[in-house]
């Protein structure tokens, strides 16, 4: 919220209907830093995210898919 890329990927906001991630520092790298702090891995968080709110979630630009991250 200090107008600084962010590390971890918690940070949305929406914009015209559609949540959009603010930038992620290194999002190439990013569920490894959320691994290291015990967070879970960010497609997970994203479903949270998506079923929590209505319309259009966007997926944030460089952030690999995971195939199947989320356990039951």
Not at 5 to 16: F, H
Not at 45 to 66: A, C, H, I, M, T
Request: glycine letters at 8%; hydrophobic letters at 30%.
């Amino acid at each position: 919220m200090q107008k600084q890329p962010q590390t971890y990927g918690m940070q949305y906001r929406l914009d015209d209907g559609v949540i959009r991630f603010l930038p992620i520092k290194d999002p190439a790298h990013l569920d490894d830093g959320r691994k290291e702090i015990g967070l879970k891995p960010f497609a997970c968080y994203f479903d949270e995210v998506k079923s929590k709110n209505q319309g259009e979630v966007q997926w944030p630009d460089g952030v690999p898919r995971s195939a199947s991250p989320c356990k039951a």
